[in-house]
């Protein structure tokens, strides 16, 4: 009877489903509580009755074209040349790690009518395999730790050839694993390291490994060499039609990768940010329209985690139009039986809602935007709460296929309260698995492929193939055979601009490249093509030439004028490849052209490993150019990247140049010396000066500090002024500015100024700011506190002062947030550790749960949202951004209102009680006993971004990293509570409760 009821809520509308099982659920929130009555289990709805369950945008339909037994658990697809699919099977997800239940399965359409009849087991006894591509007659395999090449050499179906190639892919996450294998145009097989990480060697080696902290990989599947590349998502990434890549997070639904990890690696001097960025324009946790219930386990689960009986974050709570929480597998299409509109539009699965989202990509000059394209709908929903779309896949018919996991759970296990998952079966579904593929109405069925007995001249023509995968299938049976005889063909189609599609063009250049027959002749051909695309690729495959052609230089540098922003971009990290006398007129171009634009600067930037100087010394001398405050900020990172290269004949030209441009340009003057001081270790401004002989300039600083102390202390002047004036301290650190520093971290006070004092404060390495900051501790806003502690612990000589501050009383360990006591309590000074556990021992998550319940009250209270939005700026801003004010460092709190009052109050007072992985906090100890705190926002080959309160963010040189430790811990401070009141909590729900 209570499979019949689950069964008939499966099939109720969303609302009334919820309403039932609220209307029947008890109200216990007790851990110790028998949960069955509500858990009841879910039944499959079997595969014949599968179709009828989903609600497809209109002139669509979805066709079931595997299900069991033909295949379980798929979680990864590849099609081969004959049109044969190759599926990993995930049956051992997401506990059964030690059984080796994984299979590679391979299903055949005998009959060509667009369904498989044909299944064997390809290869057995995987543990976790995650990702399958075919290449050269068999296929790599993904299990981590390993990646597999599993080969069929005798033709009996099965794999007699099972070789381990790489190894050293983390498997500490289920959910995180190496994933997403896809054919790239450079002829390499690429990958998403995910976030469980990997230090990845080749397995025949015991060579040195290759860290893939924060970054995928991709490899040679011939010469077997494996490289880091940009990146670093979770499940899901996949290349557009022009090799752009994106990816995606299970709570940020798509990413794009803006640069090329080998391109920042090559400077060792620049710190860069992370190369992913989220394009979503409706944000990255986008509304989606689901139209499954929400299952029973979550919404018991979601009750105790806001009683906090169990631990965890509340989740979304059971409402139609929920979050994304779970995406997974983003895909372009690039099929050819969709629409053409539809074409280049990305898919993405939500394995918890049970839909398919689909986005439009856009470009915005360099960078793309994603928009939603279904409204009030998904492209694809299914009322069954089974349908787990994990994967999608481009075909050779040209439909778009779905890789349908069919678990009745999918959840991390670690996530479950064991008083929820003693009723849940945590392997139901194992023994079931479907794949599905959506076609436009009127679909007719394609022949099969038969591009394994393709002539070369066969496959040089599908290069100009409609359909994508026809196009990549080609490119890589190219690469595979090494047959020369293609090398005409493909040179004539590189120029032909008569080809049905201009990737075409594109595609015949790089399997030139592949078989070792790119002509300079050639590439200067396609640097004119009609197709900025094609000219934008031609620019990238020049770096192969630029060695052996005097005119292939010269026309990269007439590209400087390309009316096309991408194909400047690339030009600029291009041109880092081309010999230094080439380089600087070129960039020098480029950075008056572009010099506004963000990545434009970081490209020119990544070109200069040598001869930042000289382009600083250059457009300097160019009055307009630095007349603009965006230019500006170009020449402050050239002046970063001359400090920390170290050269002292060219910081000596360096110092010059500003020293010309102190009268005409006194601002930016002052800008570049900061950068400078910022940018140079083991030594000061001041020294750098005495050893440059820069007596002059010395002199200009001194008057430009004391006109800078004047109008920074002095309230009466503009705000931005006083700001920058702080900031121009800088130049001279000195003793006598950290009382009137202080003095500035006052409420009464800007937070621009309060932040600029914070930053020059943070400067005085050899100026005691520890007892001032301690004793101004209570006047301090909440919001500047976490700014005042990462001072506190910047620098081991100043941690005995702050233990003294504990045991004296002038600080609480309820002022210290759990990363640093975390970090106090395991520090590997021993006196400190033992000092650290006695003065916070009752500093323990029991009194979290003890404040929570006093602070229950509040629930109880009425709120006033206008006063609420007043505690949000002046407790919540620094981290979050609502309603247009604040910073966008944590979580989206839109979601909250679907959480509910319990679930903020329990966030504010108990941030640690579960922390997502994407926002723990972590701490850095650079070479000179530096400590810096934040959540990391990205990862270079060279650099670690870090980001806090405020935005406030330090990109540090992993050359200058001792040590890198996650704390475990949120980034969001214990104890916000000792600053809003009962009544002030009250009023901050109402706040983020109303807020459309």
């Known amino acids: 009877m209570r499979l019949l009821f689950a069964f008939a809520l499966l099939l109720l509308p969303p609302s009334t489903a919820q309403s ?12 110790s509580a028998d949960f069955s009555a509500e858990l009841p289990r879910i039944p ?56 080796f239940l994984g299979e590679i399965r391979r299903l055949e359409d005998a009959d060509g009518d667009g369904r498989f009849e044909k299944s064997v087991a390809f290869a057995e006894k995987f543990s976790w395999p995650t990702a399958v591509i075919c290449y050269d007659g068999g296929v790599f395999v993904a299990a981590a730790p390993d990646i597999w090449y599993l080969k069929d050499a005798d033709g009996d179906g099965h794999a007699e050839t099972r070789r381990k190639v790489f190894t050293g892919f983390a498997r500490n996450n289920v959910q995180g694993l190496v994933n997403s294998f896809q054919w790239g145009l450079d002829n390499r097989i690429h990958g998403a390291t995910s976030s469980s990480g990997a230090d990845v060697r080749r397995a025949d080696s015991d060579g040195p490994t290759i860290s893939l902290s924060g970054r995928d990989f991709s490899f040679d599947p011939r010469a077997l060499d494996i490289r880091p590349e940009s990146g670093g998502a979770q499940h899901g990434m996949t290349f557009d039609d022009w090799g752009r890549k994106f990816v995606c997070h299970n709570s940020d639904h798509i990413q794009l990768v803006m640069f090329e990890d080998r391109y920042i690696a090559r400077n060792p001097w620049l710190a860069a940010p992370g190369a992913r960025v989220s394009i979503a324009e409706d944000g990255p946790q986008a509304e989606v329209f689901r139209i499954s219930p929400v299952e029973p386990w979550r919404l018991v689960r979601t009750r105790l985690r806001v009683a906090g009986a169990v631990p965890g974050p509340v989740e979304g709570g059971g409402r139609a139009a929920g979050y994304f929480t779970s995406a997974t597998g983003v895909t372009i299409y690039r099929g050819n039986a969709f629409p053409a509109d539809y074409r280049g539009n990305a ?73 929820i998952k003693k009723h849940l079966d945590l392997t139901s579904g194992r023994d079931r698995g479907r794949i599905y593929r959506v076609v436009p109405d009127g679909y007719r069925q394609p022949p099969l492929p038969q591009l394994a007995t393709a002539s070369a001249g066969e496959l040089v023509a599908l290069l100009a193939h409609e359909n994508a995968w026809q196009r990549e299938a080609a490119a890589r049976l190219l690469y595979e055979r090494q047959d020369r005889a293609a090398v005409p063909a493909l040179e004539k189609l590189a120029t032909d601009l008569q080809a049905a599609v201009p990737q075409a063009r594109m595609h015949a250049l790089y399997a030139l490249a592949g078989l ?84 434009m600067r970081l490209a020119i930037e990544s070109s200069l490993a040598e001869g930042a100087g000289d382009l600083l010394i250059e457009l300097g001398g160019d009055s307009q150019f630095c007349a603009n405050p965006q230019n500006q900020t170009l020449l402050a990172d050239l002046a970063g990247l001359v400090a920390r290269r170290k050269d002292q004949a060219e910081l000596t030209r360096v110092l010059a140049k500003i020293e010309s441009l102190c009268d005409s340009h006194p601002g930016l003057a002052g800008n570049l010396l900061l950068a400078l001081s910022d940018g140079l270790t083991g030594k000061t401004l001041g020294d750098l000066l005495a050893e440059a002989g820069a007596t002059k300039l010395t002199q200009r600083i001194e008057k430009l ?63 005691d700011v520890v007892d001032p900051l301690i004793e101004n501790w209570s ?101 979050h951004k609502l309603d247009g004010q604040g910073h966008e460092l944590g979580p989206n709190l839109a979601t909250m209102q679907n959480r509910g009052p319990e679930s903020i109050l329990t966030n504010v007072i108990d941030p640690n009680r579960e922390v997502n992985p994407q926002y723990v906090a972590y701490l850095v100890v650079t070479d000179e006993g530096r400590t810096i705190s934040g959540m990391i926002r990205g990862e270079t080959a060279n650099s670690l971004s870090l980001v806090r309160a405020e935005n406030q963010s330090d990109t540090v040189l992993r050359s200058q990293i001792e040590t890198l430790q996650a704390t475990g811990q949120s980034l969001m401070p214990e104890g916000l509570e000792k600053d809003i009141t009962p009544q002030a909590m009250a009023d901050l729900i109402a706040y983020l409760m109303s807020v459309k």
């Open 347 to 419: 898919f993405v699965g939500d394995v918890g809602s049970n839909i398919v989202h689909r986005k439009k990509i856009e470009e915005r000059g360099i960078e793309l935007v994603a928009r939603r394209a279904d409204v009030g709908r998904e492209f694809v929903a299914s009322r069954d709460t089974w349908f787990r779309p994990a994967q999608f896949a481009n075909a050779p018919d040209g439909a778009l296929y779905i890789a349908d996991v069919y678990r009745e759970v999918i959840e991390h296990p670690d996530s479950l309260p064991p008083v």
């Open 516 to 599: 070792g027959a790119l002509r300079a002749e050639t590439v200067l051909a396609a640097l004119a093509d009609p197709h900025p695309r094609v000219r934008e690729h031609a620019v990238r495959l020049a770096e192969r030439q630029v060695d052996r052609s005097t005119e292939l230089i010269e026309k990269l540098a007439a590209l400087t004028a390309d009316p096309d922003p991408r194909v400047r971009y690339q030009l600029a990290f291009t041109l880092g490849e081309l010999p230094l006398p080439a380089r600087g007129a070129p960039l020098a171009a480029l950075a008056r052209s572009d010099a506004a634009d963000r990545w």
């Open 44 to 99: 499959p709805v079997e595969p014949r009755d599968a179709v009828a369950t989903f609600d497809v945008q209109p002139g669509f339909r979805i066709e079931q074209v595997a299900a069991e037994p033909l295949l379980r658990d798929p979680v990864a697809m590849s099609f081969d040349e004959q049109g044969r699919l190759y599926v990993v099977e995930m049956i051992d997800y997401s506990e059964q790690a030690k059984d």
């Open 705 to 767: 500090v004391a006109d800078a102390r004047e109008v920074a202390f002095d309230p009466s002047q503009p705000v931005a002024e006083r700001a920058a004036s702080v900031r121009a301290l800088r130049l001279a650190s000195s003793a006598d500015d950290v009382a009137p520093l202080v003095a500035l971290l006052s409420p009464r006070e800007d937070t621009l100024i309060q932040v600029a004092a914070l930053q020059q404060l943070a400067t005085l390495a050899g100026a």
């Open 779 to 879: 006047s301090l806003p909440p919001a500047i506190r976490g700014g005042a502690l990462e001072i506190l612990f910047a620098r081991p000589d100043r941690l005995p002062k702050v233990l003294d501050a504990l045991e004296q009383g002038r600080l609480a360990p309820r002022d210290l947030d759990a990363p640093r006591a975390k970090f106090l309590l395991a520090h590997a000074d021993g006196a400190i550790r033992e000092r650290a556990a006695k003065l916070l021992a009752a500093h323990t998550p029991a009194d979290r749960a003890k404040m929570l319940e006093q602070y229950r009250a509040a629930l109880t209270l009425a709120g006033d949202a206008a006063r609420g939005k007043q505690v949000f700026a002046k407790s919540c801003a620094s981290c």
């Open 20 to 31: 039932r099982a609220a209307d029947t659920a008890p109200p216990a929130t007790s851990a």
